[in-house]
T-cell receptor, first 115, second 112 residues
Framework: AQTVTQSQPEMSVQEAETVTLSCTYD???????LFWYKQPPSRQMILVIR??????QNATENRFSVNFQKAAKSFSLKISDSQLGDAAMYFC????????????FGTGTSLTVIP | KAGVTQTPRYLIKTRGQQVTLSCSPI?????VSWYQQTPGQGLQFLFE???????NKGNFPGRFSGRQFSNSRSEMNVSTLELGDSALYLC???????????FGNGTRLTVT
C-alpha cells in the first residue's frame, strides 16, 4: 500500500532564510506524481509544486523547489527567502497514475515563519 | 474561472442526525473527491467520483455516502452522526486522472 510520511510535525524558519521540509513515500509503482500542498489558516489547500516521477529534473516554482530522489523515495520541499505568508501547514501527496489514481497525503508539517 | 465551492462553511449538528454537504467543482472538472481532515490524522480519503460513478472509496463506514450529478456537482451525506465525525470536510476537483487536485474551503462540521 502507498504511504506518505512527513517526519517533521513542526518546523520554524527566520524570515528571508531557507527551510527544507521532508517527505518520504512508499510505493511499488514506477509512474506517479508527487505534490506539495499548502494550507494556510484560511484552510484552503493550495497547490505549491508538482513533480512527475519520470522526470529527473527537480521541479521549481519561484522560491519553491523540490529535491526528488526516486530511488530513495524522498521528495523534500525547499522554501528560499521565506516570507511571513509562507506560514502554513504543508502536506506532501502522492498520486499513482495507473492503479486507482487515488491521492495519498502525509500528516503535514506546520511551518512557522519568525519575523 | 470560479474555484471549488463548498456549502455550507459551518454546520452544527446533534448526535444521531444526518447531514448533507455540497460541492461544486471547477467548470470542466469531472472528478470530485472528498476528504476528512482532523487534527493529528491529516487528510483521510473518503471517496472519489468521476462522471457520476464512484471510482474509489476510502475506509469509512457505510454511514458516509456520496453521489455526483450530471453537472459534476457532488454531495456527501453522513447519517447517524457521531461525535467523532466532527471534522473539516474538504472537497477537491480535478480535470482528469493525472491533474492536481483543486480544493474548496471546506465545511467545518461540529457534532454535539
Amino acid at each position: 500500500a502507498q504511504t506518505v510520511t512527513q517526519s517533521q510535525p513542526e518546523m520554524s524558519v527566520q524570515e528571508a532564510e531557507t527551510v527544507t521540509l521532508s517527505c518520504t513515500y512508499d510505493t511499488s509503482e514506477s509512474d506517479y506524481y508527487l505534490f506539495w500542498y499548502k494550507q494556510p489558516p484560511s484552510r484552503q489547500m493550495i497547490l505549491v509544486i508538482r513533480q512527475e516521477a519520470y522526470k529527473q529534473q527537480n521541479a521549481t516554482e519561484n522560491r519553491f523547489s523540490v529535491n526528488f530522489q526516486k530511488a530513495a523515495k524522498s521528495f523534500s520541499l525547499k522554501i528560499s527567502d521565506s516570507q511571513l505568508g509562507d506560514a502554513a501547514m504543508y502536506f506532501c501527496a502522492y498520486r499513482a497514475i495507473r492503479t486507482g489514481n487515488q491521492f495519498y497525503f502525509g500528516t503535514g508539517t506546520s511551518l512557522t515563519v519568525i519575523p | 474561472k470560479a474555484g471549488v465551492t463548498q456549502t455550507p462553511r459551518y454546520l452544527i449538528k446533534t448526535r444521531g442526525q444526518q447531514v448533507t454537504l455540497s460541492c461544486s467543482p471547477i467548470s470542466g472538472h469531472r472528478s470530485v473527491s472528498w476528504y476528512q481532515q482532523t487534527p493529528g490524522q491529516g487528510l483521510q480519503f473518503l471517496f472519489e467520483y468521476f462522471s457520476e460513478t464512484q471510482r474509489n472509496k476510502g475506509n469509512f463506514p457505510g454511514r458516509f455516502s456520496g453521489r455526483q450529478f450530471s453537472n459534476s456537482r457532488s454531495e456527501m451525506n453522513v447519517s447517524t452522526l457521531e461525535l467523532g465525525d466532527s471534522a473539516l470536510y474538504l472537497c477537491a476537483s480535478s480535470r482528469d486522472q493525472v491533474s492536481p487536485l483543486h480544493f474548496g474551503n471546506g465545511t467545518r462540521l461540529t457534532v454535539t
